[in-house]
Nanobody
Framework: VQLQAFGGGLVQAGGSLRLSCAAS????????MAWFRQASGKEREFVAA????????DYTDSVKGRFTISTDNAKNTMYLQMDSLAPEDTAVYYC???????????????????WGQGTQVTVSS
């Protein structure tokens, strides 16, 4: 699976962005997906995950109620809708996938085999 993340940009605090992660080479079905982010000088951290069939989602506490992860298997694309953005959301956002039919969401980045190149999100105060 090859992943390409896009949709990042510069937005004011309180604004919204929608990130997309387009997959090629293999269908997204049966892949559990996730978004991670890495701020300058910090470790890459988990943001949100969705199970292989879309039935389960998981969010890190700091984005709950503001971010929504979803997939569109017909378009072979995953999304991250980000609302009420804050300066602390500034980071490079990465999408990731793992072949995991029949399993739920996972947060550990080491369990994800496929990664996109990252897209920069900058939130100004």
């Amino acid at each position: 699976v090859q992943l390409q993340a896009f949709g990042g940009g510069l937005v004011q605090a309180g604004g919204s962005l929608r990130l997309s992660c387009a997959a090629s080479g293999r269908t997204l079905s049966s892949n559990a997906m996730a978004w991670f982010r890495q701020a300058s000088g910090k470790e890459r951290e988990f943001v949100a995950a969705i199970s292989w069939n879309g039935d389960s989602t998981d969010y890190t506490d700091s984005v709950k109620g503001r971010f929504t992860i979803s997939t569109d298997n017909a378009k072979n694309t995953m999304y991250l809708q980000m609302d009420s953005l804050a300066p602390e959301d500034t980071a490079v956002y990465y999408c990731a996938a793992r072949w995991a039919p029949g399993t739920g969401t996972v947060r550990a980045k080491d369990l994800y085999k496929y990664w996109g190149q990252g897209t920069q999100v900058t939130v100004s105060s």
